[in-house]
């Protein structure tokens, strides 16, 4: 996602991928609301939808209480279930449809830093670039290499995930959420299991238990540990078959220390590791390709500044540290200890409270993720998709971002000199009738669809200061 961004704001891009292969298991399942959003922004999210399910309500640590995405002046509120496989198919579709370069096969093992760009090392030989992103997992070399913390907490929780089918009847337990359809909490051993069928007949089982760790976290699982596990926590292996995936889990959570040394940066599993609980983790690295694709573009093209390229850590950062947080906290209340029983309830309680769904519904969905204020309230929010009414018939605000540019709205009627035009190589303008609450307002929205700026389109000194802010200096 982030080689696309790069490459729709002009910068030339290569991917340099360790595997010779895409993954053959997905990971995550889901997108959730504010991704659905951006993708849309960008024209990709009818490929996205062929084919896929749809999840109302969302999962908060299996509570069984579902969230009220509605609330948030949506038209996406759901998860969008996709499996991983297909989202990075059809983003490296889109990647080489735009001229990005995918060098698969190829591990970074180093890199040295100059004043003019990164040298890095792979297996094929080093490669010469004016930035360097690590976009390389949990792991990451680049993060390491780069001499980054990562600090955070040790595991408590230990789990067995695998896709499976099963001959047997499964366990049906109360209060486990939508995710979780059939599945057991076991109080006496301090597990619980979990089984959500996202193929027909193909379940993604998890097995979890607290404070034992495994006795070697790297040795790969095997079926026969997966059906010991199972009997030991659930009481019977449940006619488990066809094994396609197994892997170990645990909710170790860790944060970069920092975003950025230098020309390199950090995105996605390499900048944040938690729990995946309530499925965040993808989202996440793909809201901080879509905030720092634009601006590390604008430093390629040399109409970047220091102060935007290192806004991305100081927007970015919080809100990754809210979803360890929040994945911290779920990770007790999946905890079936007796003890945790109360604490449970309070949250269920809680969450049937309209504030406190749409809390947590903002923080899972992240359409609650806001960059800094202003004098205006939509300053910082995403710009909600309002139709337009312009001189060529009617538009959505959601139409105007496929090229990842600036986009001016102004109210009726159109000024004879676009207040702009010395950005008008970064900046769209388009006057329209409906922009927002506000007929009379105009809005300056960034590239990944943010509110820079909003107020009195008259206003030309407050306009151009922003404008040089977001997108550098006039042409
Ligand atoms: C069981 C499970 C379920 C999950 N479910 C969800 C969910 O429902 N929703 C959700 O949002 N998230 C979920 N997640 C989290 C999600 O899978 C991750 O957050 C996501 O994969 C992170 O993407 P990434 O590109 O940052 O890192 P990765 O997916 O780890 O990709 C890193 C890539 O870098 C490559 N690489 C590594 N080192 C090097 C190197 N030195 N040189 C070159 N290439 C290298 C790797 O081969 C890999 O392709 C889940 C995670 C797990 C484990």
């Not at 993954?23 to 849309?40: D, F, I, N, P, W």
């Not at 019977?236 to 197994?246: A, I, K, N, R, S």
């Not at 806001?370 to 001189?391: F, I, K, N």
Request: aromatic share 8%; net charge negative; with cysteine.
């Amino acid at each position: 996602m982030l080689a696309c961004e790069l490459a729709l704001g002009g910068a030339r891009t290569v991917v340099v991928e360790r595997r010779t292969e895409p993954e053959k298991h997905s990971k995550a399942m889901g997108m959730q609301g504010r991704t659905v959003e951006l993708l849309e922004l960008r024209g990709l999210l009818d490929r996205f939808k062929e084919g896929a399910g749809v999840l109302q309500g969302g999962n908060f640590a299996s509570l069984g209480v579902p969230m009220r995405f509605e609330e948030f002046d949506t038209r996406h509120p759901y998860v969008l279930l996709v499996p991983q496989l297909r989202t990075e198919e059809l983003l490296a579709e889109r990647a080489r449809e735009l001229g990005v370069r995918i060098v698969r096969g190829a591990a970074v093992t180093g890199f040295a830093q100059d004043d003019d760009g990164v040298t890095v090392e792979t297996g094929t030989g080093p490669l010469r670039a004016r930035y360097l992103v690590g976009c390389d997992g949990g792991g990451s070399t680049v993060r390491k290499h780069a001499g980054i913390g990562f600090t955070g907490q040790d595991p408590h929780m230990y789990a067995l995930i695998g896709d499976m089918r099963f001959s047997g009847e499964l366990p049906r337990g109360e209060g486990l959420g939508p995710m979780r359809p059939v599945g057991l909490l076991n109080p006496e051993r301090r597990s619980w299991f979990g089984a959500f069928q996202h193929q027909p007949g193909v379940y993604r089982a998890t097995v979890a238990w607290f404070d034992e760790p495994f006795p070697d976290r790297n040795a790969p699982v095997t079926e026969e540990e997966m059906r010991a596990a199972l009997i030991e926590h659930t009481g019977g292996d449940h006619g488990m078959h066809d094994v396609t995936w197994l892997s170990r889990l645990t909710d170790v959570s860790r944060l970069a220390d920092s975003y950025r040394n230098g020309r390199v940066l950090l995105a996605g599993d390499a900048a944040h590791i938690h729990l995946p609980a309530g499925g965040q983790g993808l989202n996440l690295g793909f809201q901080d390709a879509v905030n720092l694709g634009w601006k590390l573009a604008a430093m390629v093209r040399g109409q970047g500044t220091e102060e935007l390229l290192d806004s991305y850590e100081s927007e970015r950062r919080p809100v990754a540290d809210g979803v360890v947080r929040n994945t911290r906290t779920q990770a007790v209340l999946i905890d079936p200890d007796p003890r945790y029983d109360a604490l449970r309830q309070t949250f269920r309680e809680l969450m049937a409270l309209p504030d406190t769904n749409r809390y947590i519904a903002g923080m899972l969905s992240g359409f609650d993720v806001t960059y800094g204020t202003g004098d205006h309230p939509l300053v910082g929010r995403r710009m909600p998709d309002a139709e337009l009414l312009t001189a060529d018939g009617p538009r959505r605000i959601s139409d105007c971002f496929a090229g990842a540019r600036g986009l001016l709205l102004l109210p009726e009627p159109a000024p004879a000199a676009p207040p702009l035009a010395a950005w008008a190589d970064r900046v769209d303008t388009l006057t329209a009738k409906g922009a927002g609450p506000e007929p009379a307002t105009a809005y300056l929205i960034r590239p990944d669809g943010y509110v820079a700026w909003a107020g009195d389109p008259a206003r030309h000194d407050e306009l151009h200061h922003a404008a040089a802010t977001w997108f550098g200096p006039a042409a």
